[in-house]
């Protein structure tokens, strides 16, 4: 949700609920939405029998998590593929990644809704060309609810 400058209200004006909305309501829910990054970095040569572990979506009170993005580059070689799964399921808008030396981000149209506990993970399902060095990072969205 965006900022909206606030209104400077005139004396003897009728406030009106869409106002109240606009500039107070909406104006709440944009400072309590926010992007968190969960950044993997992977040194050395990168396999398909690396295991990279799992991270725990925390959903606080009163906010929802949705899955929005993923950024991810490889230092050298040529490619890796992979997918993310939540609790061992594919995530099928972050399936068949396609990694490079190129940093690329890769955005869900509509979001991936998450719940408390989730278990993120990235999963290498295969390689080309000798790569090295991955950084992924996971965009997560918290809003209020």
């Given at each position: 949700m965006a900022w909206t400058?606030?209104?400077?209200?005139?004396?003897?004006?009728?406030?009106?609920?869409a106002h109240l909305n606009t500039h107070v309501r909406d104006n709440l829910l944009a400072l309590f939405s926010r992007r968190f990054p969960h950044t993997y970095s992977v040194m050395g040569s990168l396999t398909t029998s690396i295991v990279l572990p799992p991270f725990f979506v925390p959903e606080p009170s009163q906010q929802s998590v949705t899955l929005r993005a993923v950024r991810h580059r490889i230092a050298t070689g040529t490619s890796v593929t992979l997918k993310?799964?939540?609790n061992g399921t594919d995530i099928s808008d972050f399936t068949n990644l396609n990694v490079t030396t190129t940093p690329t981000t890769?955005?869900?149209t509509a979001g991936v809704p998450l719940a408390d506990g989730d278990a993120i993970q990235p999963v290498i399902t295969a390689v080309s060309g000798s790569p090295q060095h991955l950084s992924l990072s996971v965009y997560l969205d918290y809003e209020a609810a």
């Open positions: 400058t606030p209104r400077t209200w005139t004396t003897g004006e009728v406030v009106t609920a993310l799964q939540r890769t955005t869900s």
